[in-house]
T-cell receptor, first 111, second 115 residues
Framework: EDKVVQSPLSLVVHEGDTVTLNCSYE??????LLWYKQEKKAPTFLFML????IEKKSGRLSSILDKKELFSILNITATQTGDSAVYLC???????????FGKGITLSVRP | NAGVTQTPKFQVLKTGQSMTLQCAQD?????MSWYRQDPGMGLRLIHY???????DQGEVPNGYNVSRSTTEDFPLRLLSAAPSQTSVYFC??????????????FGDGTRLSIL
């Protein structure tokens, strides 16, 4: 059975801190690893990673994939209160590239 | 271009009632899927479709039916609602099932309560 595990499940930081969110996966016929940010409504896409060791970056957010050790991290530098959200990690695999989601990491950024 | 549209946004049902959650996309995406999200559980796949006329079960399909008669629409039917089906339901789509160059796009969700 495909499995995605995120850690920690929640964390509280202060504005300006740097955070690292972890995601490990066990997926048959792995194809890609995705990160989403979820605030009040629908998850919004952040990154998709398919190749090991190549960092994807968007502003203060960055992510990297390690296909040998089967994990990914999402880094957020200089956090802001607007970064408060649930961060979801998902892996794509199997015959029809189904997504398996982790339980999510609740990040709270205090002023 | 509306993306993925879900209706209704909120619904309260009594145990045993049936209803259909609607999902429509205007991006000509072949792949569509339904998830439920419960506190502390992430998103779990209910059913998915790789094209019109083709559907398959996900992780938690019991109590739900789907059909895909057109590319645009992918309704989710609750046959006999149970309190355990109280959840937030998300519909998602992406261009097709065999390439991962594009991520899934999610609708805004339907919050469903079963009394």
């Amino acid at each position: 059975e495909d499995k995605v595990v995120q850690s920690p499940l929640s964390l509280v930081v202060h504005e300006g801190d740097t955070v690292t969110l972890n995601c490990s996966y066990e997926v048959t016929n792995f194809r890609s690893l995705l990160w989403y940010k979820q605030e009040k409504k629908a998850p919004t896409f952040l990154f998709m990673l398919t190749s090991s060791g190549i960092e994807k970056k968007s502003g203060r957010l960055s992510s990297i994939l390690d296909k040998k050790e089967l994990f990914s991290i999402l880094n957020i530098t200089a956090t802001q209160t607007g970064d408060s959200a649930v961060y979801l990690c998902a892996s794509s695999g199997g015959a029809n590239s189904k997504l398996t989601f982790g339980k999510g990491i609740t990040l709270s950024v205090r002023p | 271009n509306a993306g993925v549209t879900q209706t209704p946004k909120f619904q309260v049902l009594k145990t045993g009632q049936s209803m259909t959650l609607q999902c429509a996309q205007d991006m000509n995406h072949e792949y569509m899927s339904w998830y439920r999200q419960d506190p502390g559980m992430g998103l779990r796949l209910i059913h998915y479709s790789v094209g019109a006329g083709i559907t398959d079960q996900g992780e938690v399909p019991n109590g739900y039916n789907v059909s895909r008669s057109t590319t645009e629409d992918f309704p989710l039917r609750l046959l006999s609602a149970a309190p355990s089906q109280t959840s937030v339901y998300f519909c998602a789509s992406r261009p097709n099932h065999w390439t991962d160059l594009w991520p899934q796009h999610f609708g805004d969700g339907t919050r469903l309560s079963i009394l």
